[in-house]
C-alpha cells in the first residue's frame, strides 16, 4: 500500500505585514540582511545558503512566477516529512 508523504513547513508564529507567514529562508534571509546575526551565525547562514544552491534547485530559476505575488500570492515551500537528516548541512550523510 502506497502512503502519501507528510509535509512539514517551518515559518513564523506571526505573519509579517502583508499577512504571510514568512518560511525559515526567508526568516534567515531577513535576520541576515537586517544584520542582525552575529559573525558567527553569518557565516554558518552563508555556508548554509552555499549547500542549499548546491543540493537543490532554486524554484525561482525553474519558474520564476513560481514565487511572484501575483501569480502565486500564497506560494510557499515545504519539506517532507520527516525531514531527512540530509537536508541540513554539516550532518553526518553530507
Not at 534567515?28 to 548546491?54: F, H, I, M, P, V
Not at 532554486?58 to 531527512?84: M, S
Amino acid at each position: 500500500m502506497d502512503v502519501a508523504p507528510e509535509f512539514v513547513r517551518y515559518q513564523a508564529t506571526q505573519p509579517n505585514t502583508r499577512g504571510i507567514y514568512v518560511g525559515i529562508f526567508g526568516l534567515a534571509n531577513g535576520l541576515a540582511r537586517d544584520g542582525k546575526l552575529s559573525d558567527e551565525d553569518y557565516q554558518w547562514w552563508q555556508s548554509a545558503n552555499a549547500w542549499y544552491d548546491a543540493a537543490y534547485p532554486d524554484p525561482n530559476l525553474i519558474d520564476p512566477t513560481v514565487y511572484d505575488r501575483t501569480h502565486n500570492p500564497h506560494a510557499q515551500a515545504w519539506f517532507t516529512k520527516p525531514v531527512p537528516s540530509t537536508c541540513w548541512p554539516g550532518s553526518p550523510a553530507t
